[in-house]
């Protein structure tokens, strides 16, 4: 008899041979506390036992009660912070347990050959189990470095505790829409200045998620600033500059950016004035109020794609690009590295601005549909490393907690969108009136539809379709609403029925997105 916790026990049961020292170590790799019960250490077997049980319990309540909300709160740093706490402590403690195990087994007994044998592969499993927590740590790390290189990053202020009974606080302030702008960008080391080519309103419904993507074009002229701003009082009728000595000219939408970056003493001597500009002129033009921009290098959108493996995309026609048109992006449905969907996206060779609009939203709604969990899992490392340097915004990443869930949401719902291109807007004399008129019954479709995706959800509709018919004089401004008259349906305007292939026309591959 031996005595243990000080109680009187049995003669421990000694495991025979390396084969069962080997097999109650991994077994108390699943079942903690299996070799110490073998080895007739009841007392802490039972308590590994019972411990490994309530954790399993809070693990599982956890998954089943999470909502959408939890990934967001994980963005956080404070939350952040704590995950990389427990998961390094969890490490420790399930590389200790698999030792621990292996030792209460007597492994001294064995043969020279079984103790260096079962030593091994002992130690391996106590790594192996130890691993997944070391490499949660590490993405946590590696996501609380990468979010602070986009957001902003103040002192956190902990937020009071809610008093029995009180109401949780509205994240977006009793508004049923948010508005984001959506950017793509070309900075590069050995260009001057960031020139705004794919410009995209995303008006997002918070209850449903439905959404509306209104899309400009980079070429619009005249574009008309928001009254009592800098840039009105500079250009009053409108955005002109003169024109390049080969004709072509800087001063349409998406030099808008640029022009108030070098042009401070127009602010007051303030500097960095180019996002705030392009928000209220395109907030402005829309006839909407813009809560926040993201602007994305389109070149370094080429190395997230790759990080993912590639988007499948359907090509109509054959794009060809390059500076000598040397290079050919063939039609077809099939898998595009990063380079080829991003000379798909912008190449402008044998083409136009607005079917160049048309297949950046491809690309765009092939990334918000083909990137699964796994794949972001898997890949997440280079995701990361992909994605340094090439994102700007002024979402301030308290709102991370929120918009994740909703991003989430969106995925899922009913995206319809409006482009506003020849021939329903004239890029060199806009209306306007029948931009805000459109926009604003595009939302207002958007929000009466359903909230889950019909056949043909995420429509994206052609303006192409028919000979457009403004029922709008055009105007330096006008009300974010319309007439009855001015918002009636025709061409720009989302339908149910629209498909993603969009109608086919003059311009039909503007609106063709990836299988």
């Given at each position: 008899?031996i005595?243990e916790?000080g109680?009187?026990?049995?003669?421990k049961?000694k495991?025979?041979?390396?084969a069962?020292?080997i097999?109650?170590?991994?077994l108390s790799a699943l079942?903690?506390?299996a070799?110490?019960?073998?080895?007739?250490?009841?007392?802490?077997?039972?308590?590994?036992?019972?411990?490994y049980g309530?954790?399993?319990a809070?693990?599982?309540a956890v998954?089943l009660?999470a909502?959408?909300?939890l990934?967001?709160?994980?963005?956080?740093?404070?939350w952040l912070?704590?995950?990389i706490a427990?998961?390094?402590?969890?490490?420790?403690g399930w590389?200790?347990?698999?030792?621990?195990s292996y030792?209460v087994?007597?492994?001294?007994e064995?043969p020279?050959a079984?103790?260096?044998?079962?030593?091994?592969?002992?130690?391996i499993?106590?790594?192996?189990?130890?691993?997944?927590?070391?490499v949660?740590a590490?993405y946590?790390?590696?996501s609380?470095e990468?979010?602070?290189?986009?957001?902003d990053?103040?002192p956190?202020?902990?937020a009071?505790a809610p008093?029995p009974?009180?109401?949780p606080?509205?994240?977006w302030?009793g508004?049923t829409?948010?508005?984001?702008?959506?950017l793509?960008?070309d900075?590069?080391?050995n260009?001057?200045?960031v020139?705004?080519?794919?410009l995209?309103?995303?008006s997002?419904?918070?209850?449903?998620?439905?959404?509306v993507?209104?899309?400009l074009?980079r070429?619009?002229e005249?574009v008309r600033?928001p009254p009592?701003t800098?840039?009105r009082?500079r250009f009053?009728?409108g955005f002109?500059?003169p024109?390049?000595?080969d004709?072509?000219?800087?001063?349409l939408l998406f030099s808008?950016?640029?022009?108030?970056?070098?042009?401070?003493?127009l602010f007051?001597g303030?500097h960095?004035?180019g996002?705030?500009?392009l928000?209220q002129?395109?907030?402005?033009?829309?006839?909407?109020?813009?809560d926040w921009y993201?602007l994305v290098n389109m070149w370094?959108l080429?190395r997230i794609?790759?990080?993912?493996?590639g988007l499948?995309?359907t090509v109509p026609?054959d794009v060809?690009?390059?500076?000598?048109?040397?290079?050919?992006?063939k039609a077809?449905?099939?898998?595009l590295?990063?380079?080829?969907a991003m000379?798909?996206a912008?190449s402008?060779?044998?083409?136009d601005d607005?079917?160049r609009?048309?297949?950046?939203?491809?690309?765009?709604?092939?990334l918000l549909?083909?990137?699964?969990?796994?794949?972001?899992?898997?890949?997440f490392?280079?995701?990361?490393?992909a994605?340094?340097?090439?994102?700007?915004?002024?979402i301030?990443?308290?709102?991370?907690?929120?918009?994740?869930p909703l991003a989430l949401?969106?995925?899922?719902?009913?995206v319809?969108?409006?482009?506003?291109?020849?021939?329903l807007?004239?890029?060199?004399d806009?209306?306007?009136a029948l931009?805000?008129a459109r926009?604003?019954?595009a939302?207002?479709?958007?929000a009466a539809?359903?909230?889950?995706?019909?056949?043909a959800?995420?429509a994206?509709?052609?303006p192409?379709?028919?000979p457009?018919?403004?029922?709008?004089?055009?105007?330096?401004?006008?009300?974010?609403t319309?007439s009855p008259?001015s918002a009636a349906?025709?061409?720009g305007t989302p339908?149910?029925?629209?498909?993603r292939a969009?109608t086919p026309?003059?311009?039909a591959?503007r609106?063709?997105?990836g299988?």
């Amino acid at each position: 008899m031996i005595e243990e916790d000080g109680a009187a026990l049995p003669e421990k049961i000694k495991p025979r041979g390396t084969a069962a020292v080997i097999g109650w170590t991994a077994l108390s790799a699943l079942v903690p506390g299996a070799a110490h019960l073998r080895a007739g250490h009841r007392r802490t077997g039972f308590l590994l036992l019972g411990a490994y049980g309530v954790l399993l319990a809070a693990v599982t309540a956890v998954a089943l009660t999470a909502d959408a909300g939890l990934a967001g709160r994980l963005l956080d740093p404070g939350w952040l912070r704590a995950v990389i706490a427990v998961a390094l402590v969890a490490a420790l403690g399930w590389f200790t347990l698999l030792v621990r195990s292996y030792v209460v087994l007597n492994p001294g007994e064995l043969p020279q050959a079984g103790q260096v044998v079962s030593g091994v592969l002992a130690g391996i499993l106590a790594v192996s189990v130890a691993l997944p927590f070391v490499v949660v740590a590490q993405y946590a790390i590696v996501s609380g470095e990468t979010l602070d290189t986009v957001f902003d990053a103040p002192p956190t202020v902990a937020a009071a505790a809610p008093t029995p009974g009180s109401r949780p606080v509205d994240p977006w302030g009793g508004r049923t829409r948010v508005n984001i702008l959506l950017l793509g960008g070309d900075w590069q080391p050995n260009r001057v200045g960031v020139r705004t080519d794919s410009l995209n309103m995303a008006s997002v419904d918070v209850r449903t998620g439905n959404t509306v993507l209104l899309s400009l074009p980079r070429n619009l002229e005249k574009v008309r600033f928001p009254p009592g701003t800098p840039m009105r009082r500079r250009f009053p009728d409108g955005f002109r500059l003169p024109a390049n000595p080969d004709g072509s000219r800087e001063d349409l939408l998406f030099s808008v950016w640029e022009y108030a970056e070098t042009h401070p003493e127009l602010f007051g001597g303030r500097h960095g004035m180019g996002p705030e500009t392009l928000k209220q002129t395109i907030g402005y033009t829309l006839g909407l109020d813009v809560d926040w921009y993201a602007l994305v290098n389109m070149w370094g959108l080429a190395r997230i794609i790759d990080a993912l493996g590639g988007l499948t995309l359907t090509v109509p026609t054959d794009v060809v690009f390059g500076k000598y048109n040397e290079g050919l992006v063939k039609a077809g449905t099939r898998r595009l590295r990063g380079a080829d969907a991003m000379w798909f996206a912008r190449s402008r060779t044998y083409s136009d601005d607005y079917t160049r609009m048309g297949r950046q939203r491809c690309v765009l709604d092939a990334l918000l549909h083909q990137t699964d969990p796994g794949t972001v899992l898997i890949r997440f490392n280079q995701l990361a490393r992909a994605s340094k340097g090439m994102f700007r915004t002024d979402i301030p990443r308290s709102m991370l907690e929120h918009l994740v869930p909703l991003a989430l949401k969106v995925r899922d719902a009913r995206v319809t969108g409006v482009q506003f291109v020849p021939p329903l807007v004239s890029t060199a004399d806009p209306d306007w009136a029948l931009i805000r008129a459109r926009s604003a019954k595009a939302i207002r479709d958007s929000a009466a539809g359903p909230a889950t995706p019909s056949p043909a959800a995420s429509a994206v509709t052609s303006p192409s379709a028919s000979p457009a018919s403004p029922a709008t004089s055009p105007s330096a401004g006008g009300p974010a609403t319309a007439s009855p008259s001015s918002a009636a349906s025709g061409p720009g305007t989302p339908s149910p029925s629209a498909t993603r292939a969009g109608t086919p026309g003059k311009h039909a591959d503007r609106s063709i997105c990836g299988a």
